[in-house]
């Protein structure tokens, strides 16, 4: 019999059971579903965090000196004890970082996490919940805003305190609508500050605006919060390429300014951008490492389900088996087509989760703020998995019809 025949038979013998064959197969197409989509998700939010939120908290020519690493989870008791004695990022400190980078674009200083929310109030009108920052001027630069209305926060303004804010898009659109907001005075935390400007629109990360803030002078912003032990100095440069030397140079320079001897370590962290993205993917990491683990209990549930359905195929065609030796068949010819079919089976349910993953992969895209993207490997991965799963699990019924006596096979009712 040629392959191509045997693939005719295998499928011939799927259409002719078509419910029995999906019930075989429900188990496969339901990991193989879960594996592409979760896949899915994941590769999409790697590269979302990588070209966006990364970008949008610290910019890839750009770099901070804080008091704390970025770490989203947990510190270890040791390491936050450590963290605790380390000192204050301060105006002095922002002071030695310009001295040793004159030729950066901008050093500013800005209020850290966490960072406080305020209603803002003009007129009666209220927006709850707007996020409080502390800047100096060069902050601005740093975050490439754009003003569209008045004029941005000015070093004046810091060395002054005055009671001065700058509005994100979103807010200022809420606050005022169709009023032009310069000059206008708006009530938040109880004091009067003046709008000075309005930034022009940064957008969305995963469905949260960037334009619902509230920028004022960092000087004013201690008097209301006090100094923050998370205060944080950004350095802007002009290309990426500079970032690692530069970091060098600062690093250096914070050293002998704190008079840290050769073998104590930094009491301050530099970070950029790939803290970000690497602790995004420290965190994808795990993933990977569980989604197989619960995939494979999925699979191999499948597979016994197509083994016990192979059986039970061999066990209602004995007296075709039979017919077939004595025509001639060879036992490896047996054993080759109910190979075929478990193969044929596990792969067109491989093939089957693979559209229905994509499917949900696709609805979660277009539903939410979550991205989503099917790659090549990934969907390689299911169906070897399904062709995988139909070799393993085909052998043994394979074989058991293959090894069948042909009088006695022909004798069977």
Do not use: C
């Not at 795990?286 to 683990?293: G, N, R």
């Not at 139909?390 to 009712?413: C, H, K, N, Q």
Request: charged fraction near 20%; charge should be neutral.
């Amino acid at each position: 019999m040629q392959n191509r025949d045997v693939v005719a038979t295998a499928l011939g013998q799927i259409a002719a059971n078509k419910l029995r064959s999906f019930f075989t197969l429900l188990g496969i197409i339901v990991s193989v579903t879960f594996l592409i989509a979760v896949l899915a998700i994941i590769q999409g939010m790697n590269v979302y965090v990588q070209d966006n939120v990364a970008s949008a908290m610290i910019g890839t020519n750009t770099f901070q000196v804080r008091r704390s690493p970025i770490n989203i989870t947990r510190f270890a008791d040791e390491d936050l004890d450590r963290i605790a004695r380390r000192p204050i990022i301060s105006k002095d400190d922002a002071a030695v970082v310009r001295d040793a980078m004159p030729n950066a674009d901008a050093v500013s200083m800005q209020s850290g996490w966490p960072t406080p929310l305020a209603d803002v109030t003009w007129r009666g009108r209220t927006v709850g919940d707007a996020l409080v920052l502390g800047v100096t001027a060069p902050y601005q630069v740093v975050q490439d805003y754009r003003i569209t209305q008045g004029r941005p926060l000015t070093e004046v303004d810091v060395e002054e305190r005055r009671p001065v804010v700058v509005l994100g898009a979103d807010l200022a659109e809420k606050l005022f609508e169709e009023v032009d907001p310069i000059g206008k005075d708006v009530r938040l935390l109880g004091e009067w500050f003046s709008v000075i400007g309005v930034n022009g629109r940064k957008g969305q990360v995963l469905g949260q605006s960037f334009d619902g803030f509230v920028l004022m002078p960092l000087t004013r912003f201690e008097m209301i919060f006090g100094r923050r032990n998370t205060t944080t100095v950004s350095v802007k440069l002009a290309t990426a390429d500079e970032v690692a030397p530069a970091m060098a140079q600062v690093e250096e320079a914070l050293r002998v300014s704190r008079h840290l001897r050769p073998t104590q370590e930094s009491n301050f962290t530099l970070e950029t951008s790939d803290a970000l993205v690497d602790f995004w993917r420290t965190l994808t990491r795990v993933l990977f490492a569980i989604v197989p683990a619960i995939v494979s209990i999925g699979i191999v549930v499948g597979g016994i389900v197509i083994m016990n359905i192979m059986l039970m195929s061999v066990t209602e065609r004995t007296h075709e088996i039979g017919i077939r030796k004595a025509m001639g068949a060879r036992a490896r010819d047996i054993e080759r087509q109910f190979l075929v079919e478990a193969i044929v089976l596990a792969t067109l349910g491989g093939l089957l989760g693979v559209f229905v993953g994509w499917s949900m992969a696709s609805l979660v895209a277009a539903a939410s703020p979550l991205p989503a993207r099917v790659t090549t490997w990934s969907v390689a991965l299911a169906l070897a998995l399904g062709a995988g799963v139909g070799v393993i699990f085909g052998v043994y019924p394979a074989r058991r019809a293959a090894r069948l006596d042909p009088i006695s096979a022909m004798r069977a009712e």
